[in-house]
């Protein structure tokens, strides 16, 4: 096949037209040129291959700049498969962070659901004085609750 419509190529990545056009907006793919002619741009198969490993790293937990670099060593001849494990271990510390922190919120949540009476006056709601400030949550749940990505 020698190329297809934007929204025949959003379809067989499996992704919609407005992905597309964030991709090339992003510079992650490359928008053909229009025809002469008035008709529509056709994109090649390799556009295709290309979103969809945009959107299976994406899947993955990949930023856009590090899918930008993945795509920058798959393309570059010299590249190692060392270079992309190194990032795929990043990535992987990266989540197994971020599920610490997620079971501190959670075991932080529970401290302050079993504290609160589950009924009567807001006021006397131990969860939102937590969350007001006056009360610290077990487990250091304020603290706990970065929930900013770290930059990698």
Request: glycine content about 8%.
């Amino acid at each position: 096949m020698i190329g297809m419509t934007i929204s025949r190529a959003a379809q067989a990545a499996g992704v919609g037209v407005e992905t597309v056009r964030f991709y090339e907006r992003k510079g992650l793919i490359e928008q053909p040129p229009k025809p002469a002619a008035s008709g529509f741009r056709s994109y090649p198969d390799e556009t295709i291959e290309r979103i969809r490993f945009i959107r299976q790293a994406q899947e993955l937990g990949f930023s856009l700049r590090e899918v930008r670099e993945l795509l920058e060593l798959r393309a570059d001849p010299e590249a190692d498969a060392a270079d992309v494990r190194a990032r795929a271990t990043a990535k992987l510390d990266d989540v197994n962070e971020k599920m610490r922190q997620l079971q501190r919120i959670g075991q932080a949540l529970e401290a302050l659901i079993a504290s609160c009476p589950g009924h009567g006056e807001l006021g006397c709601c131990s969860i939102m004085e937590a969350l007001e400030g006056h009360q610290k949550a077990d487990v250091g749940a304020t603290e706990a609750v970065d929930t900013k990505p770290r930059s990698g």
